[in-house]
């Protein structure tokens, strides 16, 4: 159902392979305060929106056309990112009124793309943080003949998430949703959240509800004898669904464990963009990114933690894998490990929190009201 779109400038159909579909729609919960106010794929990783990661690796990879499949908070995509052009690319913007879910959206872009039936179209979830080499998946899609192909990853613990086992030749045998036991889990091979489609393909999804790929196009395609390829890339990769996930995402970037050309500044342990102001004995360590106009007080240590723009951390406060918001307060010798702070949070003096601890957007905590330790 497609009920609004915008686009940036127009052009002619370019060769095959250089347009692709981002699905942003999706709300974030997982990540909530997070997404409060911002759709997930605006929440800045190392200095930036994540989406910006995302266009800066589709155009290195030689993309030129990208669709945005908008849904969720959908009206701060194109004022941030207009037509493209600071990234080299022509960006068209398709919102959804309702939720119509990966297929559902993917189906619901097709009148904006020019590929021809037989020609590939890249699609990516807009949460995954990855090293995979675009312009080798397009390649292997080409190469062997598939409807679709997908990126597979391999994962240590694959009962989260959706199992792609393939055969020799790496056709796609079946999809088994997140096993439990050992018997179910007979490959470590997962769905990594990008695919190419032959234009075709789309637009035999049904159009104006939800449909899922991963639960519904995939397994239909592969019951009714469609080929489906698996290319494995075990470059970095990481979902990040989670705060925890999203905070170390965003380290990585900064430390340049993951890949992007739109990292805003020098790789190291840390990146303080323009307008912060960090004190002289303040420690900024293992990937921390601090936004515009943010405030370290003295003596602070920030360790592998985002502070986003107009965050005060105060003096002698100490933050570990951790998320502040922005404009949130941070006060004197607060603790902070593995917390997120939503956006205009205060958290006072001598507080704890640690252990996935959530403090929702404009909450105040009273100083000293939350610890686990002893007051000495």
């Known amino acids: ?44 990783a190392a200095g930036v929106p994540f989406l910006s990661h995302q266009l800066a690796r589709l155009r290195a990879a030689g993309i030129e056309h990208v669709v ?12 941030y990112f207009g037509d493209g052009s600071d990234f080299g690319l022509r960006l068209e913007y398709v919102t959804e009124d309702e939720p119509l879910g990966t297929g559902g ?34 390649a292997a899609h080409t190469t062997s003949g598939a409807e679709i192909s997908l990126h ?12 792609v086992p393939t055969d020799a030749d ?16 007979v490959t470590d091979q997962i769905n990594a959240g990008a695919y190419v489609f032959n234009r075709s393909v789309i637009d035999t999804i049904p159009a104006g509800h939800p449909v899922s ?36 995402g965003s380290a990585d970037l900064v ?3 993951a890949p992007s050309p739109a990292v805003p500044g020098r790789r190291g342990e840390s990146l303080v963009l323009d307008g912060a102001r960090i004190a002289q004995d303040a420690k900024l360590t293992g990937g921390t990114a601090v936004g515009g106009g943010a405030v370290v007080g003295a003596g602070a240590q920030v360790e592998g933690s985002t502070l986003l723009a107009g965050a005060v951390v105060e003096p002698g406060a100490r933050i570990r894998g951790s998320m502040v918001g922005a404009g949130a307060r941070i ?31 404009g909450a105040e905590l009273a100083a000293g009201s939350v610890r686990f330790s002893s007051d000495q």
């Open 152 to 163: 597979l990853t391999r994962v240590a613990d694959p009962r989260a998430y959706g199992l």
């Open 68 to 79: 945005m499949a908008t849904s969720y908070l959908a009206e701060v995509f194109e004022p």
């Open 331 to 361: 006060g004197a010798r607060v603790v902070l490990d593995g917390a997120v702070v939503g956006d205009g949070a205060v958290v006072g003096a001598d507080n704890e929190l640690r252990g996935g601890i959530r403090v929702w957007c």
């Open 213 to 248: 790929v991963e639960r519904e196009t995939f397994p239909g395609l592969l019951a009714a004898g469609a080929h489906l390829h698996g290319v494995v890339d075990s470059t970095y990769w990481l979902d990040l669904g989670t705060p925890q996930a999203f905070v170390r």
């Open 255 to 257: 430390l340049g464990r």
């Open 170 to 185: 790496g056709r796609v045998t079946a999809f088994l949703e997140k096993p439990q036991t050992p018997e179910e889990i």
């Open 105 to 138: 959206a993917i189906r619901n872009v097709a009148s904006r793309l020019y590929s021809a039936p037989h020609e590939p179209v890249l699609i990516c979830n807009g949460d995954i943080l990855t090293g995979l080499d675009i312009r080798a998946l397009l």
């Open 1 to 44: 159902m497609q009920v609004s779109a915008s686009a940036g400038s127009t052009g002619p159909a370019g060769p095959a392979g250089t347009e692709a579909v981002l699905l942003v729609g999706g709300k974030g919960t997982r990540l909530r305060p997070l997404t409060v106010n911002t759709p997930k794929p605006m929440v800045p």
